[in-house]
């Protein structure tokens, strides 16, 4: 049944990947400018940009340029970045483990952290424990990346100096990243930890638990836990694909190389299939996760998997 589901929900990316593509080239090409305006010269004539904008087939309708964009990608062929002049599949290559590194250090500081900030909020009976975990969470919640990224870099790299302000050298360089994009999903993890364990306190075989006398760890431990797990590993499994995306500004702020700092540069200079390689990139690593998650869930409830199925 458990593959049944996975091979049905695979399917169903298929139509979704392919609506996605349709949104990102449709955005990426009605964007004003194009990336002849970087490959011009000054002084150059109209027919030169002219002959600049057939070579790479810029003149032609966007449903044929799509197509055209999309067959290859079939076939493994990411296209040749038109200002970078190189093959855009060798630069997500050489970008991607940069952010990939970032990403999982970050989702396991989120996972960890907001799973045990959760959980003493939920089961803590000291007030003023609670409130400054609730209120973590919700500056956490609020509190935009990218002003989190310069308030960082002022304070523990310019003022204390104990990280660098950019570059990707060393475990030093990482520290400042990772805090930047795993606060948020500390605060989105620890919340609905708390709220998924009060939930589950309230059900009748807590009650039961407590008046066999089994102690307070083992009913957590044992039996809340596992029954509140479900919707952490849901947000858990989101948080791959979203962590990925988030890094896109943290990369740039911070300096480091990476799918981020790719695709804004290639943004600025209007390089379509490097961004069109880019945007497909993290949205497939969006939808990953999305079937991570719903596999998982499937996986611990078998009523999920029997209702969508």
């Keep these: 049944m458990l593959l049944r589901y996975t091979f049905f929900r695979v399917l169903m990316l298929i139509p979704v990947s392919i609506a996605i593509s349709?949104?990102?080239?449709?955005?990426?090409?009605?964007?004003?400018?194009?990336?002849?305006?970087?490959?011009?010269?000054?002084?150059s004539s109209p027919d030169d940009r002219t002959a600049l904008i057939a070579k790479y087939g810029l003149d032609q309708p966007l449903f044929v340029q799509y197509f055209r964009w999309i067959g290859a990608m079939f076939q493994g062929d990411f296209g040749e970045a038109i200002v970078l002049r190189r093959p855009v599949a060798d630069l997500i290559a050489q970008n991607l483990p940069y952010s990939?590194?970032?990403?999982?250090?970050?989702?396991?500081?989120?996972s960890i952290v907001g799973i045990t900030l959760g959980?003493?909020?939920?089961?803590?009976?000291?007030?003023?424990v609670e409130q400054i975990v609730r209120g973590f969470i919700l500056i956490g919640s609020t509190v935009p990346g990218f002003w989190l990224a310069l308030l960082m870099i002022l304070f523990f790299a310019v003022q204390l100096q104990w990280f660098p302000v950019s570059g990707a050298k060393g475990w030093q360089s990482l520290v400042l990243p990772v805090l930047t994009i795993g606060v948020g999903g500390v605060a989105l993890v620890a919340r609905v930890t708390r709220v998924a364990l009060l939930d589950v306190r309230k059900e009748d075989f807590v009650t039961l638990l407590h008046a066999k006398g089994l102690p307070s760890r083992t009913i957590l431990t044992g039996h809340l836990m596992p029954h509140a797990m479900l919707p952490v590993v849901t947000i858990?499994?989101?948080?791959i694909g979203w962590i990925l995306g988030g890094a896109v500004t943290v990369e740039f702020v911070f300096g480091r190389p990476g799918l981020g700092s790719l695709l804004i540069r290639a943004l600025g200079q209007r390089d379509y299939p490097v961004v069109q390689g880019c945007l497909l990139m993290l949205a497939l690593a969006v939808m990953l996760g999305t079937l991570i998650g719903d596999v998982a869930q499937a996986a611990m409830?078998?009523?999920v998997r029997e209702a969508k199925t």
Aim: no cysteine.
């Design 119 to 128: 959980t003493i909020s939920a089961t803590t009976r000291s007030a003023w």
């Design 22 to 43: 349709v949104v990102i080239f449709m955005i990426v090409h009605l964007l004003p400018g194009d990336p002849i305006d970087n490959l011009i010269r000054v002084g």
């Design 301 to 303: 409830d078998p009523r």
């Design 236 to 239: 858990l499994a989101l948080r």
């Design 100 to 110: 990939l590194q970032l990403g999982a250090l970050a989702f396991l500081f989120s």
